[in-house]
């Protein structure tokens, strides 16, 4: 059966979605509210983290679904998406050897290090906590992956429009009905809203099933360093060494040495008007002249990006009727993207999601976790 499906949304997850659901055979057509490359979202960019460590086996094990439809999607384009550079993660021993347990149940492999070898491999990173190295790690091509997913979904036949907001989705009869902002009226046997910051938009009111989501502007910052590319991405967990909190993250790319505190920036409106925030700026420059001895510290270069984020950080990728969700990536969902869309592509053809991903999950008789 070919179903006719809008996708609302051209960040990573919705172009990965049009890709899947165009390779299946089913007539996509995706609209995107402003032009290609746009840096208004959560996709753009240079450089985002992929890694498989992840201290609960159910994300590690979406991790290894990831990888290798990330590599099949640079085999269907010809765009080179990711590199695999490895990952270094420290801070406090049990976080560490939590991962490092992870890694070796699954059958990955990874190498634990004192700081004296992390040092000594990583001049530019100082460590002085127990250290694990894991080499299927490494940096995405954030807006080249976005471009890779739209050219593989118009390949299959996906319609891709920039340019095109949509004003409101409502379910008529078995399908769905999307209009634009211009009052252009799209009929779909499915929709799919992947709408990053603006997706509580599209929640009608008093939806008590879709989780509450908190979009911050986060902040990371560019620093120039001579071998910027060859740097493997990091994650310096809060705890010892680094005041208790959600830590920092960190990876080489073409930009130089982009670093970010994770999850502290400011709730905003996704419209915002992406001012520069000098008390997070200069945060991350005094954590730079203490861990990053090896970037230039003089003139780092701030960007702004979205994170919206549930209260268990778990995603939303769930369907209502004629209409799935992929939302609420909590600042950590971009290494997934390429086997989110396949999840999406499985839920409009009537497959059950995960659990975990329900979006009733806070709904009146279950407990958040
Ligand atoms: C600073 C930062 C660093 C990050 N680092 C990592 C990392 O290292 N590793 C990792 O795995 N993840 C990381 N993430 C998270 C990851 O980037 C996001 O989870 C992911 O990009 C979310 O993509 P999305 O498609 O859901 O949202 P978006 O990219 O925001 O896409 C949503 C799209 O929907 C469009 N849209 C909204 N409303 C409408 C409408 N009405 N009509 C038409 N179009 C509409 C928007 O314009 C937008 O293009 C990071 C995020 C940030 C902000």
Same mark, same amino acid.
């Given at each position: ?41 959560? !996709?753009?960019? !240079? !450089? ?45 021993? /049990? ?12 059958? =990955? ?16 990173? =100082? ?10 790690? &490494? ?14 979904? /118009?390949?299959?036949?996906? +319609? ?11 379910? +008529? ?40 989501? /908190? ?14 590319? &060859? ?15 959600? &830590? ?70 769930? +369907? ?17 993207? !390429? ?11 009537? =497959? ?8 009733? =999950? ?8």
């Amino acid at each position: 059966m070919i179903r006719r499906v809008v996708v609302v949304g051209g960040g990573v997850m919705g172009s990965s979605a049009a890709w899947h659901l165009a390779a299946r055979g089913d007539e996509v057509v995706l609209l995107e509210q402003f032009a290609p490359g746009h840096d208004r979202g959560s !996709s753009h960019g !240079s !450089s985002r983290i992929f890694r498989l460590a992840y201290a609960d086996p159910f994300y590690l094990g979406l991790a290894v679904r990831a990888l290798p439809l990330w590599q099949r999607l640079e085999e269907e384009t010809g765009i080179g998406v990711l590199a695999l550079t490895g990952a270094v993660d420290h801070g406090p021993a /049990r976080t560490v050897s939590a991962l490092e347990e992870a890694l070796r149940a699954a059958g =990955r492999p990874a190498e634990a290090l004192s700081p004296a070898e992390a040092g000594e491999r990583w001049p530019g990173l =100082r460590v002085d906590t127990a250290a694990l190295f894991h080499p299927e790690a &490494g940096r995405l091509h954030a807006d080249r992956a976005v471009t890779a997913f739209q050219t593989a979904a /118009r390949k299959h036949g996906a +319609r891709i429009r920039h340019g095109v907001k949509v004003a409101r989705v409502t379910a +008529r009869g078995s399908g769905a009905e999307v209009v634009t902002a211009e009052e252009e009226v799209l009929t779909a046997d499915a929709v799919v809203v992947a709408a990053g910051g603006w997706t509580p938009r599209f929640a009608a009111p008093g939806d008590r099933e879709l989780p509450a989501m /908190r979009v911050t502007a986060e902040q990371p910052a560019h620093f120039a360093a001579a071998d910027a590319l &060859g740097w493997p991405s990091f994650i310096h967990h809060g705890g010892a060494g680094l005041p208790e909190g959600p &830590g920092v993250y960190g990876l080489g790319s073409a930009d130089g040495v982009k670093a970010g505190f994770h999850g502290v920036g400011p709730v905003v409106d996704p419209d915002r008007d992406r001012v520069i925030n000098a008390e997070m700026l200069r945060d991350l420059l005094e954590y730079a002249e203490r861990w990053l001895p090896g970037v230039d510290r003089t003139n780092p270069v701030p960007k702004t990006c979205l994170y919206t984020t549930t209260p268990d950080h778990d995603f939303v990728i769930d +369907r209502s009727g004629p209409c799935t969700v992929l939302a609420g990536f909590s600042g950590h969902g971009f290494k997934f993207a !390429s086997v989110i869309g396949e999840l999406a592509a499985d839920l409009v053809a009537g =497959r059950p999601g995960a659990e975990r991903f329900a979006r009733t =999950r806070f709904g009146e008789g279950r407990a958040a976790r």
